[in-house]
C-alpha cells in the first residue's frame, strides 16, 4: 500500500511534469512511500531518484495530438469529444490506483479539465491538486459573464464541499484568495513552485552590464494578447535614444494578429531583438543568465498568478521589472527584487525602463539572496512536512 500515487491529469501538460517531480520528492523526503502512476507520460518525462512508477492498464482511447479541425467550432466539438474519452479513462485509472494507496495527487485543478472523474474517488481517500490560481474557479468574472458556467459551477461545490480535496499552493498570497472563496486552511498546502537545491551547484548572483553600457532587459516565454509585451514595446519606442536592448524571446499567439502586431511594433528598432521560436531548456536558461533584467508585462487577471518565469531568474540572481499588483507587488516590496510600474500607464512604464537603465543590477543582490534563501530546498521541506502532515490529520 502506498501512501501517495501522483499522476497528472491534464494530458497535454508536460511543463507540469517538472512540478509533479518536486512534489514527489517533497513527499518522500517527508516520510511518505511515494510513487508516480504512468497516466500521461509520466514515465517519460517524470523521473526521480528512488521513486517507483506504477503502470497503469487502463489505456486511453482519445488522440492526445493537437486538434486536426480547421475550424474554431470543429476544434470544439474535437476537444469535447476528447474530454469525455479521457473522463471514462481517467474512471479507470482511479478504479485501479484507489486500492493501492491511502492519498492521489491528480495534478492541476483547471475548468477545461475533465471532471466526472472526481465522483469516482472514494470517500475515504484523500485527493490532491496543485492550485495554480483561484480564477479557475471563478473564471467566468474574468469572461464578463452574470453566472457561473455549469462545469465551474459543478467543480467550485466539489472542491468546496468536500472535505477529502486538498490543495498545494505556491505562496501566501494565492492561499489566501483560496480561504477567501471558502476553502479551509487545512485544506491548503504551501508549496513554493520553485526550489533551489544546493547540492545542483546553482548560485545566485547579480552579474555587471556589458562594457558597453548597455542594460539588457529580457522578456520571456508564450507570448499571448494577455501579456502585453506590446505595451512595453511602445513605451520602449516613444523613450527614443536609450541604452537599452530589449529581447523578446518565445513564439508569439496568432490570436486577434497579436504575432502579426509584434512584428510591426518591432520593424525598423535595432534595440529591440526578438527570438521567434520555442526555445529548448538550454536556450532558455542562456537567456535569462546573460540579461541584466527580467521584465514581466502580464495583463492583470482576478486572481494572483504564479509566474515561474519570474523564479527562475530570481533564482538566477536577476532583478526583475514587473506590474504594480500581486503577487509582484507584495514580492517586490517584501523583499526589494526588482521595480515596479503602473502597466496601464506608459509614462509609468517608461520610468521604470529609465530606472533599470540607471541602476546597476548588483545594487539588488543582496535583496534577492535573502528571496531566494526561503526557497532552498531544506527550508522548503521543513515548512511542507509541517504543513501537509497537519492537512492530513483533519480526517473525513
Known amino acids: 500500500m502506498w501512501d501517495f500515487i501522483l499522476f497528472e491529469t491534464l494530458y497535454n501538460s508536460i511543463n507540469h511534469c517538472t512540478d509533479l517531480c518536486n512534489i514527489a520528492r517533497l513527499l518522500r523526503d517527508s516520510g511518505y512511500h511515494v ?42 466539438y474535437e476537444n469535447l469529444k476528447n474530454r469525455y474519452i ?3 479513462y481517467l474512471c479507470e485509472v482511479v478504479d485501479e490506483l484507489a486500492p493501492i494507496t491511502k492519498y492521489l495527487y ?48 459543478i467543480i467550485s461545490n466539489y472542491y468546496l464541499h468536500n472535505s477529502n480535496v486538498r490543495l498545494f ?27 533551489l537545491d544546493k547540492c545542483s551547484g546553482k548560485s545566485v548572483g547579480c552579474e555587471k552590464k556589458d562594457q558597453d553600457g548597455i542594460c539588457n532587459i529580457l522578456c520571456i516565454g508564450s507570448l499571448r494578447p494577455q501579456k502585453r509585451v506590446d505595451l512595453c514595446m ?8 536609450i541604452d537599452i536592448l530589449f529581447t523578446i524571446a518565445g513564439k508569439a499567439s496568432e490570436e486577434h494578429g497579436y504575432s502579426k502586431r509584434l512584428s510591426e511594433l518591432i520593424n525598423g528598432h535595432n534595440n529591440i531583438k ?4 520555442r526555445l529548448s531548456d538550454e536556450e532558455y536558461n542562456l ?17 494572483s498568478v504564479t509566474n515561474g518565469t519570474m523564479s527562475e531568474a530570481l533564482l538566477a540572481g536577476k532583478p526583475i521589472i514587473a506590474p504594480d499588483y500581486d503577487p509582484y507587488q507584495t514580492i517586490v516590496n517584501k523583499y526589494g527584487v526588482g521595480i515596479l510600474y503602473d502597466i496601464n500607464d506608459p509614462g509609468s512604464i517608461q520610468k521604470a525602463l529609465v530606472k533599470a537603465e540607471n541602476t546597476d543590477p548588483k545594487v539588488f543582490k543582496n535583496d534577492i539572496n535573502q ?19 497537519i492537512s492530513l490529520k483533519h480526517r473525513i
Open 234 to 241: 511602445q513605451a520602449l519606442n516613444e523613450l527614443g535614444d
Open 287 to 303: 537567456l535569462i543568465n546573460s540579461c541584466d533584467y527580467l521584465l514581466l508585462c502580464d495583463e492583470k487577471q482576478l486572481s
Open 106 to 153: 491528480a495534478g492541476t485543478m483547471m475548468i477545461g479539465m475533465p471532471f466526472m472523474w472526481l465522483k469516482k474517488i472514494p470517500k475515504d481517500k484523500i485527493v490532491f491538486f496543485w492550485g495554480l490560481r483561484s480564477y479557475y474557479l471563478t473564471y467566468y468574472k474574468r469572461l464578463h459573464l452574470k453566472y457561473e458556467t455549469f462545469s465551474s459551477k
Open 35 to 76: 510513487a508516480i502512476a504512468d497516466v500521461f507520460h509520466e514515465a517519460e518525462y517524470c523521473r526521480v531518484e528512488g521513486i517507483p512508477h506504477v503502470k497503469v492498464g487502463a489505456k486511453c482511447k482519445a488522440s492526445l495530438r493537437p486538434s486536426s479541425a480547421r475550424t474554431s467550432v470543429g476544434r470544439y
Open 274 to 277: 526578438r527570438v521567434d521560436k
Open 371 to 389: 528571496f531566494v534563501s526561503r526557497l532552498e530546498y531544506p527550508s522548503v521541506l521543513k515548512e511542507f512536512k509541517s504543513e501537509i502532515d
Open 86 to 88: 479521457i473522463d471514462r
Open 169 to 195: 499552493v505556491s505562496d501566501e498570497i494565492i492561499r489566501k484568495e483560496f480561504i477567501e472563496l471558502g476553502f479551509q486552511p487545512w485544506q491548503l498546502v504551501l508549496r513554493p513552485e520553485r526550489v
